[in-house]
């Protein structure tokens, strides 16, 4: 075996192995899990006990805290005292004037320190009107957010309840990508069959096709367990998830018609045929339907497509890596098939 | 032969049915210890069933290429 037809099966799975180790190793940032507690009333002094995620409570110095109304009001923190490295106290006194006089008013936390940088756990403590709370500025303005400390070093964007598992964006979310790659190889070889009439494309876009799907099966299960843990449960309404195991269901269809028909001519042009039907009802099923109605993925019913803090750049230097791989990987079982079933052939053309 | 095949079948139906019972049922202890450490142990899962799915591709690959040999064999 040279190494001239061997170098992209070995990268990709060095390229999968990169992915592998950088992406389970390379920490998150850090972040709050809970606070204690979650109400107060306006005009009061409250405690508010902080769990941290990666943070360095104890070991860092200078620790600043905040309370946030919206852009421009903020209260600053009394106090700042450090239990542990994940665990702290922030006193904070809820000013008895508020610039609006909504009844309910949600505060984010902001806790900033040198060694973890600044990080928010949004909607933190609802704080309740008073009767006699007045409509104004007061403190709300004093208290300006500047100077915001950056931490230092590669680390993955700490996400609540995703926590770690935003890792799974290397896994879950590069299969399908390479999925829909491969499928695109199966559908070039089945529009190639029917052009050519060569059996050899219809193998060709049967071993693409049978990856895809596998890989597709494989989106699912992963995607389930996922879910649980995010999501809290295996399988939800959701219609991305219902559309794309309809998706699913189409290609396993072309599975069984395959295996069928035992007269080659016929079962090639049937499932070249039918392989282009099932692509153009997965377009439509995984990627329009889903962006027209609520979907908990992201990209989807008003959600922000893929961006912002859910693929930051850190992110990308291992979510790319891992769908070139998938695909390299994926290419080189399709190609395992595809020579067993070019052996396969030979042998019935012999007999 | 066919008693052979029903009880392979039982087997696996019911490592199947312990599987399911002892995720659905000891939800709150098993899931709990998943959920440690930031949930990585939930990535950890994902990358076992992805590890999983590739080895029975290659397992029911070899058994057809095993089928192959022996035709080929018969024939010689």
Same mark, same amino acid.
């Given at each position: 075996?040279?190494?001239?037809?061997?170098?992209?099966?070995?990268?990709?799975?060095?390229?999968?192995?990169?992915?592998?180790?950088?992406?389970?190793?390379?920490?998150?940032?850090?972040?709050?899990?809970?606070?204690?507690?979650? /109400?107060?009333?306006?005009?009061?002094?409250?405690?508010?006990? =902080?769990?941290?995620? /990666?943070?360095?409570?104890?070991?860092?110095?200078?620790?600043?805290?905040?309370?946030?109304?919206?852009?421009?009001?903020?209260?600053?923190?009394?106090?700042?005292?450090?239990? /542990?490295?994940?665990?702290?106290?922030?006193?904070?006194? =809820?000013?008895?004037?508020?610039?609006?006089?909504?009844?309910?008013?949600?505060?984010?936390?902001?806790?900033? /320190?040198?060694?973890?940088?600044?990080?928010?756990?949004?909607?933190?403590?609802?704080?309740?009107?008073?009767?006699?709370?007045?409509?104004?500025?007061?403190?709300?303005?004093?208290?300006?957010?500047?100077?915001?400390?950056?931490?230092?070093?590669?680390?993955?964007?700490?996400?609540?309840?995703?926590?770690?598992?935003?890792?799974?964006?290397?896994?879950? =979310?590069?299969?399908?990508?390479?999925?829909?790659?491969?499928?695109?190889?199966?559908?070039?070889?089945?529009?190639?069959?029917?052009?050519?009439?060569?059996?050899?494309?219809?193998?060709?876009?049967?071993?693409?096709?049978?990856?895809?799907?596998?890989?597709?099966?494989?989106?699912?299960?992963?995607?389930? =367990?996922?879910?649980?843990?995010?999501?809290?449960?295996?399988?939800?309404?959701?219609?991305?998830?219902?559309?794309?195991?309809?998706?699913?269901?189409?290609?396993?269809?072309?599975?069984?018609?395959?295996?069928?028909?035992?007269?080659?001519?016929?079962?090639?042009?049937?499932?070249?045929?039918?392989?282009?039907?099932?692509?153009?009802?997965?377009?439509?099923?995984?990627?329009?339907?889903?962006?027209?109605?609520?979907?908990?993925?992201?990209?989807?019913?008003?959600?922000?497509?893929?961006?912002?803090?859910?693929?930051?750049?850190?992110?990308?230097?291992?979510?790319?890596?891992?769908?070139?791989?998938?695909?390299?990987?994926?290419?080189?079982?399709?190609?395992?098939?595809?020579?067993?079933?070019?052996?396969?052939?030979?042998?019935?053309?012999?007999? | 032969?066919?008693?052979?095949?029903?009880?392979?079948?039982?087997?696996?139906?019911?490592?199947?049915?312990?599987?399911?019972?002892?995720?659905?049922?000891?939800?709150?202890?098993?899931?709990?210890?998943?959920?440690?450490?930031?949930?990585?142990?939930?990535?950890?899962?994902?990358?076992?069933?992805?590890?999983?799915?590739?080895?029975?591709?290659?397992?029911?690959?070899?058994?057809?290429?095993?089928?192959?040999?022996?035709?080929?064999?018969?024939?010689?």
């Amino acid at each position: 075996m040279s190494i001239k037809g061997l170098w992209w099966k070995i990268g990709g799975a060095l390229i999968f192995l990169v992915v592998l180790i950088g992406g389970m190793t390379i920490p998150t940032r850090s972040g709050v899990t809970a606070t204690q507690p979650s /109400n107060a009333k306006s005009g009061e002094s409250i405690i508010i006990s =902080v769990v941290g995620y /990666n943070t360095h409570f104890k070991s860092a110095q200078n620790h600043r805290a905040w309370l946030k109304l919206d852009l421009i009001h903020a209260i600053k923190s009394s106090q700042f005292i450090a239990k /542990n490295e994940n665990e702290a106290t922030l006193t904070f006194s =809820v000013p008895d004037q508020f610039p609006s006089d909504d009844q309910v008013q949600p505060l984010t936390l902001i806790i900033d /320190n040198e060694m973890d940088g600044a990080f928010v756990q949004p909607n933190a403590l609802f704080v309740t009107l008073n009767d006699s709370t007045r409509i104004g500025n007061g403190p709300w303005l004093s208290a300006a957010l500047s100077n915001l400390n950056k931490s230092e070093g590669i680390k993955f964007p700490y996400r609540n309840i995703l926590n770690e598992t935003i890792r799974n964006t290397f896994f879950h =979310v590069a299969l399908w990508f390479a999925m829909f790659l491969l499928l695109i190889a199966g559908l070039y070889h089945a529009v190639m069959y029917l052009r050519t009439g060569l059996y050899d494309h219809d193998i060709q876009s049967a071993s693409f096709n049978k990856i895809a799907i596998l890989y597709g099966v494989l989106g699912l299960l992963t995607g389930s =367990v996922w879910a649980k843990f995010t999501w809290n449960t295996f399988w939800t309404t959701d219609v991305k998830l219902n559309m794309t195991a309809i998706a699913m269901l189409i290609y396993l269809a072309y599975l069984v018609l395959r295996g069928s028909s035992s007269d080659h001519d016929r079962r090639a042009k049937l499932s070249a045929s039918y392989s282009i039907f099932a692509f153009l009802a997965l377009i439509p099923l995984v990627f329009v339907i889903p962006r027209l109605t609520d979907s908990l993925h992201p990209g989807n019913g008003g959600n922000p497509a893929l961006g912002g803090e859910d693929l930051d750049h850190t992110l990308r230097m291992f979510f790319y890596p891992s769908i070139i791989a998938l695909t390299m990987l994926g290419t080189w079982m399709a190609t395992l098939l595809l020579r067993y079933e070019r052996l396969k052939e030979k042998i019935f053309l012999k007999s | 032969m066919n008693n052979h095949l029903k009880i392979k079948k039982f087997v696996s139906l019911s490592i199947i049915m312990m599987f399911w019972w002892g995720i659905t049922s000891a939800q709150s202890d098993s899931l709990d210890f998943l959920r440690s450490t930031g949930k990585i142990y939930a990535v950890v899962t994902v990358i076992v069933v992805i590890f999983f799915g590739i080895v029975i591709f290659l397992f029911r690959l070899d058994n057809k290429l095993t089928k192959l040999e022996n035709q080929i064999k018969n024939e010689q």
